[in-house]
């Protein structure tokens, strides 16, 4: 997902190659294609952020616990989902498409039992709405819901539609073990937190994930423990704010913060690489930056979104820093970890920016020095502060154009980048054959860059290799092992 690709972004469903459908053994396992066996498959979509993804390896491992088997194939699924992003309205937009393209589906399979359902922060935004809007949807889960689903399956089943959108305080998910679904067996998420307390004005997030609330730091441990024994070699912790990761040993009443937990996921193994997202810059510490200066294992890498480069517009979007606290917060990674990299969101066009303020924006991508950046215009939520307090006031070409400068001066910020790196030696791990040719791998470095390099014979998907960089495009460093 976080793909060295500065226009790439996280909340845009990805093209079909890319997309979270699952990628299942039906081929090489006769019993699962034959529904007369009574074995029922299901076909799971999603779209939007890392999270939504990791939500639906929990939905599978909820499914199969219950006889259902999953399917890349939408053509032989009895139950479709669709897991849901409302993050922007287009991306709303793009899950009604899909709707439509199943009830295509629906309606050549006439005869068969196909149902449909919706999770994800559109179920939880629209709630009642949606079945009301879609008609062939039969059922509706909000992320905290999704313990219900088999029971919502069985009075879909017998033709009564189905709604769970409540949101829980304490909901972690943390007894069920995902599914891992299209994985390269390499890099797997991990779900440390959920949900979001800080209310940025613009942000949907609040209102259909609900309250922060931390997972068992020993069930993490235990599931990066499992997925190293399985010959993963790199994890990514998720949260909508990993920084305020808090939880309470019930038995010795210890404290673990986050940058305790990223010593106790460093420690699973020094051959387990960690990465970590998303930090606030309200709340990432010094005490994590040591903690990722100390182990080698943890990347140097920092996902930060800024959002804006003004101050004024920072306070409209309740981000509750400031320009001169995000650049401290920058100054400080470069001081403690030198050859950190450091990516962000950026928004454009929020509410009365003035093209003063944007350029402050400019500004501020030049100071932290990004490699990389999550680029988006303002797109008003329903029900956001921001869209109760402050009108959305600045025309769609001036926000798409203010966009393309962010965008420009990204792409020639990365390709700088690059280029030093061009005569530097990495620790790459290999995560698969590059996308061009089968002659060549694919991997990352710690600083998140991906590097394109010969294939040598006896290594594989999951090894690490030293590689040497000889020319770079804007994207991907290529080079050779040595
Ligand atoms: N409009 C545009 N971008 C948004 N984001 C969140 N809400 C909105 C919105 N209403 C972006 C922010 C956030 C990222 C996940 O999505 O940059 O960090
Ligand atoms: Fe949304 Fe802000 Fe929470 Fe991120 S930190 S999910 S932008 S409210």
């Given at each position: 997902m976080y793909d060295n690709n500065p226009t790439l972004d996280p909340h845009k469903p990805l093209d079909e190659s890319q997309q979270g459908t699952v990628y299942y053994k039906t081929s090489d396992d006769?019993?699962?294609?034959?529904?007369e066996k009574g074995i029922r498959h299901f076909y799971i979509e999603s779209y939007g952020c890392a999270m939504n993804f990791s939500d639906s390896e929990i939905v599978a491992s909820i499914l199969g616990d219950v006889g259902f088997q999953p399917t890349r194939?939408?053509?032989?699924?009895d139950l479709i989902l669709i897991n849901t992003c409302s993050i922007r309205d287009k991306a709303e937009k793009n899950v009604r498409q899909r709707l439509r393209v199943f009830n295509q589906v629906k309606k050549r399979r006439k005869g068969a039992q196909v149902l449909v359902g919706v999770l994800g922060c559109m179920a939880e935004r629209l709630k009642e709405k949606l079945m009301e809007q879609e008609k062939l949807v039969d059922m509706v889960l909000g992320?905290?819901?999704?313990?219900?689903l088999p029971k919502l399956v069985a009075k879909a089943t017998e033709g009564q539609k189905g709604i769970n959108v409540l949101l829980s305080?304490?909901?972690?998910?943390?007894?069920i073990s995902p599914m891992r679904?299209?994985?390269?067996?390499?890099v797997a998420y991990i779900s440390i937190m959920r949900g979001?307390?800080?209310?940025?004005?613009?942000?949907v997030v609040p209102f259909t994930r609900g309250r922060e609330r931390s997972r068992n730091a020993f069930s993490i441990i235990a599931e990066a423990t499992d997925l190293y024994q399985r010959g993963y070699r790199e994890v990514t912790l998720l949260g909508?704010?990993?920084?305020?990761?808090k939880w309470e040993n019930?038995?010795?009443?210890e404290l673990v913060n986050f940058a305790n937990l990223l010593e106790m996921v460093a420690l699973v193994h020094p051959d387990l690489r960690v990465r970590f997202s998303t930090s606030h810059p309200k709340d990432i510490t010094d005490e994590v930056l040591y903690t990722i200066k100390k182990?080698?294992?943890?990347?140097?890498y920092i996902h930060l979104?800024?959002?804006?480069?003004n101050s004024r517009i920072l306070k409209l979007m309740n981000r509750t820093y400031d320009r001169e606290w995000y650049l401290e917060r920058v100054r400080a990674i470069y001081r403690i970890i030198p050859d950190c990299t450091i990516s962000a969101d950026i928004i454009t066009?929020?509410?009365?920016?003035t093209e003063e303020e944007h350029q402050d924006t400019l500004s501020i991508m030049r100071e932290s020095g990004y490699t990389m950046s999550y680029m988006f215009y303002y797109s008003e939520r329903p029900g956001t502060l921001a869209a109760r307090?402050?009108?959305?006031?600045?025309p769609l070409e001036v926000k798409k154009r203010r966009l393309q400068d962010v965008v420009d001066l990204q792409m020639e910020m990365s390709h700088t980048h690059n280029q030093t790196d061009i005569g530097k030696t990495f620790k790459v791990l290999i995560e698969g054959d590059s996308k061009k040719s089968d002659q060549q791998f694919k991997g990352r470095t710690g600083q998140n860059k991906m590097v394109i390099f010969d294939k040598k014979e006896n290594l594989k998907a999951g090894d690490y290799v030293e590689v040497k960089i000889n020319s770079v495009t804007r994207a991907t460093l290529l080079g050779e092992i040595v």
């Open positions: 006769p019993s699962a294609v034959d529904p194939d939408v053509e032989i699924a992320p905290d819901a999704y313990r219900d305080r304490e909901e972690t998910y943390a007894d679904l299209d994985s390269n067996g390499v979001c307390d800080n209310m940025c004005s613009f942000c909508q704010n990993v920084d305020s990761y019930p038995d010795s009443k182990y080698e294992n943890i990347c140097n979104p800024v959002q804006s480069g066009g929020f509410c009365s920016e307090k402050y009108p959305d006031d600045i």
